[in-house]
């Protein structure tokens, strides 16, 4: 079935620096969504995708459509401390019915 | 404001007790999904409604039921076959044209 490989699992930097994290998968998506989980919450919707080479900025955060389909990056630039938490991809698929692959997650830890 | 809310915030059961987590949503969004998130992991579903008075088991519906009588509801009962039950349990909807919104999350504890 459709799976998606989220990268790094976990990433400690120093507040300030630039983050970057990716999502890939051997399946073709229709949309690209990144999420962040704040402790003990439910994910928010940071940045949607809906076509392939597309380039969004969300403030601090930049996105991109894989132009293969297959994959979708999040920056992350001059982090700060609330930047913590956990940053999920997302993969949405139309064909043979909707669906929607969660990637397993990247956690920030971000040091003051 | 529109927006899906699921409670209570924190559930404890006692071994062999069924206990039912509550969704609702006023978004008026056709889809509701249930996923359980475990300490350091990532989100596994539950079960999922497409439509009202229908829905279908996800990878981990074993020891779970739902309901959808109404669009706006989707309970989740964690019934005492759930052997280990303690998680943290998220509710979302959608439309099939944008993202899921997610609720604030249920964290079950079996005491």
């Known amino acids: 079935g459709q799976q998606l490989n989220q990268s790094p699992q976990s990433m400690f930097i120093q507040e300030g620096e630039d983050v970057s994290m990716n999502c890939t998968s051997s399946?073709?998506?229709?949309?690209w969504l990144w999420y962040k989980q704040d402790p003990g919450e439910g994910p928010v919707l940071l940045i949607a995708?809906?076509?392939?080479?597309e380039l969004t900025s969300n403030g601090r955060l930049t996105a991109q459509f894989g132009i293969t389909r297959k994959d979708s990056f999040l920056n992350i630039s001059a982090s700060i401390p609330s930047d913590v938490g956990i940053y999920f991809c997302?993969?949405?698929?139309?064909?043979?019915?909707?669906?929607?692959?969660f990637g397993a997650g990247t956690r920030l830890f971000v040091k003051a | 404001d529109g927006g899906i809310t699921q409670s209570p915030k924190y559930l404890f059961r006692k071994e062999g007790q069924n206990v039912t987590l509550s969704c609702e949503q006023n978004?008026?969004?056709?889809?509701m999904y249930w996923y359980r998130q475990d300490p350091g992991q990532g989100l596994r579903l539950i079960y999922y409604?497409?439509?009202?008075?229908?829905?279908q088991k996800g990878d981990i519906a074993e020891g779970y039921s739902v309901s959808r009588e109404k669009k706006e509801s989707f309970p989740l009962t964690v019934t005492s076959a759930q052997k280990n039950p303690t998680a943290f349990y998220l509710c979302?909807?959608?439309?099939?044209?944008?993202?899921?919104?997610f609720g604030s999350g249920t964290r079950l504890t079996v005491v």
């Open positions: 409604s497409q439509i009202v008075n229908d829905f």
């Open positions: 399946s073709i998506f229709n949309t």
């Open positions: 995708l809906y076509k392939a080479g």
């Open positions: 979302a909807s959608s439309t099939q044209a944008r993202g899921y919104t």
């Open positions: 997302a993969g949405q698929s139309y064909t043979g019915g909707f669906k929607t692959i």
């Open positions: 978004l008026n969004h056709d889809a």
